[in-house]
């Protein structure tokens, strides 16, 4: 490209040069030069080669340009495919977490990978859109930049079914493991009470019964309000 670049500038630099020895050499024909023919013949030569030069020139700036496009297009791609294939494989992962907070953070973290997913999808039809942009303008391999774009595009949708699938995998575990730990805290209760309900010791005179029936009762209120 660069060598492309400076060659490019030299013709454009040499265009003056060139047309200035065109007028030239028109003017002696115009002169009726003696050697008009020859002149003629000469600045014929001279304007096709010239012009096929500038042309071919030309040609190759826009191809060089159009590859260039494309090469950053393709980077671009790949940096969301190393991007796609990493969430893809934490969205597979089957664990689902051990407990209640561990169960909580995968869901903070899958929130993370739906923020990521919908802002790789975003990224994704910006490139879409500046390939169908190419493709419009004529680039050379237009129905290549097509066909890569789609299937980006189409990949990037196939993972919205396992987000939704991992979701719901982890909305059922934070289901199971907060209804076992309300399970746990409820056997624990129980327990802790367990020996005042079976109490067997009626209290031996009027005011330890008083005192246990009291007892009693405020059990019979906690079990009612629990």
């Known amino acids: 490209n660069k060598k492309h670049d400076a ?11 060139v047309e200035d020895l065109m007028d030239r050499c028109q003017k002696e024909i115009d002169a009726k030069n003696p050697n008009s023919k020859e002149i003629a013949a000469a600045l014929a030569g001279l304007k096709t080669d010239w ?49 209640l907070e561990s169960t909580k953070n995968l869901l903070q973290k899958h929130k993370n990978l ?26 050379f391999d237009k129905d290549g930049i097509l066909e890569i774009t789609d299937i980006f595009e189409r990949r990037s949708e196939s993972l919205m079914p396992l987000l939704a699938a991992r979701k719901k995998k982890l909305d059922d575990s934070l289901l199971w493991h907060q209804l076992s730990a309300d399970m746990d805290a409820e056997m624990d209760w129980i327990k802790e009470h367990m020996g005042l309900a079976t109490l067997k010791d009626y209290g031996r005179n009027y005011a330890e019964a008083t005192k246990y029936l009291s007892k009693h009762k405020n059990l019979l209120n906690e079990m009612s309000s629990h």
Do not use: P, W, Y
């Not at 500038?9 to 040499?14: G, L, P, S």
């Not at 340009?65 to 992962?93: G, P, V, Y």
């Open 7 to 17: 060659f490019a500038a030299e013709i454009k630099a040499n265009k003056g040069a």
């Open 51 to 99: 012009d096929e030069l500038q042309a071919l020139t030309s040609t190759k700036t826009e191809g060089l340009k159009e590859a260039e496009e494309q090469d950053k297009l393709n980077k671009d791609l790949k940096e969301c495919e190393k991007k796609l294939d990493e969430l893809e494989k934490l969205l597979n992962s089957q664990d689902v977490g051990s407990d």
């Open 114 to 139: 739906e923020d990521e997913l919908a802002a790789q999808k975003e990224k994704i039809r910006d490139l879409v859109a500046k390939g169908k942009g190419l493709a419009d303008g004529g680039h």
